[in-house]
């Protein structure tokens, strides 16, 4: 089994930073790709950052050239740099790992942009 925990998220004025990290524990191996995702109550569960298991990194086109994500193998974390926040960034972010054909999640990390 893999558990992911999240950490970071928290309430930030627009224009301000936050930094997520996501550790993986459990049966991970080297041959992953780590992520994050957010959503929205009601709303569908968004991509927002991928890094690979060979460090290509991906962004939604809403979080480009704001957000960075990062990896530290040794630690099996994953972190998501956030600047220029926005209101509209506020939601819940999740971990996201992708293993051996499956997918894991943390439980989740809100992050608010007061206006």
């Known amino acids: 089994q893999v558990q992911l925990a999240e950490s970071g998220g928290g309430l930030v004025q627009a224009g301000g930073s936050l930094r997520l990290s996501c550790v993986a524990s459990?049966?991970?191996?080297?041959?992953?790709?780590m992520g994050w995702f957010r959503q929205a109550p009601g709303g569908e569960r968004e991509f927002v950052a991928r890094?690979?298991?060979?460090?290509?990194?991906n962004y939604a086109d809403s979080v480009k050239g704001r957000f960075s994500i990062s990896k530290d193998k040794a630690k099996n974390t994953v972190y998501l740099q956030m600047n220029s926040l926005k209101p509209e960034d506020t939601t819940v972010y999740y971990c996201?790992?992708?293993?051996?054909?499956?997918?894991?999640w943390g439980r989740g990390t809100q992050v608010t942009v007061s206006s």
């Open positions: 459990g049966s991970i191996n080297s041959i992953n790709d």
């Open positions: 890094v690979s298991r060979d460090g290509v990194t």
């Open positions: 996201n790992l992708y293993q051996n054909w499956r997918n894991y």
